[in-house]
């Protein structure tokens, strides 16, 4: 179960910009971390109870004039097979132009729920110019302005009714993918695991095209293993290579429980790994990180370690996940891959009785409280595991709203340091009692 929303349109119609609009609060945490915007053209929306990832199109096609209409063209095609819903952007400012209405002919043959998103509309005179855009033939049309945020509302409301729960079912089995960037050794990995005799489990109703899940049991593990790889579509256009490849890796993101974020040991982790990496914490998976192709790597005894610290130095704040260095192709350390997932995949399931979490965590607290603010003493009471598909902790004080960021990321870490939860993204609220 995913949901997608792909905003697609020719350029300069604003699609970047509502794009930032709706992911705003993500890319202020993003910023935090390390400059990795750049290049980041995806991310986690919220709106009334929805979560949703947003993809910007746009940001996938530069090169020249001959090439961009048809790599425009055929991104539309890849958008309307991969995203649960559709956002047509067009510009008040210049009304419809020819690449408008060929977009149109494309999108008017999808099934998936396309909205025309008339932008720019920054005051009410620009009302009247928006009508000529249901010549589309598209049907109702939705007036924004971008810049202002106006009309984004109504806009939002219509869109999340389109939208599945993504609450994740109770399912008997885990859930484990592989993502990362083309040629890093995924397809390489899942042959190696899965030898000849894949035993390709009847597709779920609905994800079809999207992945093919795999039951693995072998040497004391059993889940299934949801497939992308080996499903890359061929594009005509190379500009698009990417855009594809991140449009399912998104998904099977979502879908998984835990994910193996697989990267190449030569290139290293970059900005869109990065940015992989964070979807993943949002959405609370868990992650093993995998350096493949550790073969190709001159080293000494701390090359490891040093590779190692890298990566997590990119990895803040979330940085306690394992990272273990492979070759596929010697068949190095791939059985630990899986048992390493199988470890956070338990971590993530993980329940504290309330009585061990207290023992272990009121002391702690007692030691260092939180410090008082304006005055006021903050008094922690007790702690509980709140129910759920990922580890979220609820503390209990008398002045939940006077906590700050510090003190909670002491909590986590003191969480994590007397409870295993490497490779889990852990929530922790403070509630009023
Ligand atoms: P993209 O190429 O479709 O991603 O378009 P951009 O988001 O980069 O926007 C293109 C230009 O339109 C930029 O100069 C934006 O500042 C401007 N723009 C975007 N949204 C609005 C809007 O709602 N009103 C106005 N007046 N300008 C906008
Ligand atoms: P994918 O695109 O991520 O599925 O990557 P592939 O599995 O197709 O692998 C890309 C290339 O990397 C292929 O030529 C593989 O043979 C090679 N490869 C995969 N794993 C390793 C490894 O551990 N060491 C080396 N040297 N090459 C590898």
């Not at 997608?4 to 709706?22: D, E, M, Q, W, Y």
């Not at 991969?82 to 977009?103: P, S, Y």
């Not at 992308?228 to 005509?236: D, E, F, I, S, Y």
Request: aromatic share 8%; with cysteine; proline share 4%.
């Amino acid at each position: 179960m995913s949901n997608i929303i792909a905003i697609v349109g020719r350029p300069n119609v604003g699609k970047s910009t509502l794009f930032n609009r709706l992911t705003e609060s993500r890319k202020a945490i993003v910023d935090d971390f390390s400059g990795v915007t750049r290049d980041r053209h995806y991310g986690i929306a919220e709106w009334t109870d929805k979560k949703f990832t947003v993809i910007d199109t746009g940001g996938y096609v530069a090169g020249s004039d001959d090439v961009f209409e048809a790599a425009i063209r055929e991104q539309v095609v890849i958008a309307i097979e991969e995203a649960t819903v559709l956002l047509f952007m067009v510009d008040v400012t210049t009304g419809v132009t020819d690449l408008d209405d060929e977009i149109a002919d494309i999108l008017r043959r999808s099934k998936k729920p396309v909205f025309v998103v008339v932008n720019k509309v920054d005051n009410n005179n620009l009302e009247h110019d928006s009508a000529v855009f249901y010549s589309l033939g598209l049907g109702d049309i939705y007036t924004i302005s971008s810049m202002t945020g106006s009309g984004t509302g109504d806009l939002l409301d219509q869109v999340v009714s389109h939208l599945e729960n993504v609450e994740e079912e109770e399912s008997k089995l885990p859930k484990i993918t592989i993502i990362g960037r083309p040629n890093v050794g995924k397809s390489s990995l899942v042959n190696a695991l899965m030898g000849k005799d894949r035993n390709i489990v009847t597709p779920i109703a609905g994800t079809t095209r999207d992945s093919i899940h795999i039951h693995y049991n072998q040497f004391g593990h059993e889940f299934m293993f949801i497939d992308t790889a080996g499903l890359r579509k061929k594009t005509k256009v190379k500009e698009n290579i990417e855009f594809y490849s991140v449009m399912r890796t998104i998904k099977a993101l979502e879908e998984a429980d835990v994910c193996i974020l697989m990267l190449d040991a030569i290139e290293g982790l970059e900005a869109q790994d990065i940015n992989i990496f964070h979807l993943a914490e949002k959405n609370k998976k868990g992650v093993v990180i995998l350096v493949n192709k550790w073969d190709l790597i001159e080293k000494n005894n701390k090359t490891m370690k040093v590779f190692e610290d890298q990566i997590k130095e990119k990895l803040q704040p979330f940085t306690d996940v394992p990272v273990i260095f492979t070759s596929v192709l010697n068949k190095q350390r791939i059985f630990k891959a899986v048992e390493t997932a199988m470890e956070v995949y338990q971590n993530r399931s993980k329940k504290i009785p309330t009585s061990k979490l207290n023992d272990v965590m009121l002391p702690i607290i007692e030691n260092y409280p939180p410090p008082a603010t304006k005055g006021k003493y903050i008094k922690i009471k007790y702690i509980t595991q709140i129910n759920g598909v990922a580890p979220m902790f609820a503390f209990f004080c008398n002045l939940p709203q006077y906590i700050k960021e510090p003190y909670k990321r002491f909590l986590e870490n003191k969480l994590r340091e007397n409870f295993d939860f490497s490779g889990v993204p852990i929530q922790i609220y403070f509630r009023q009692k």
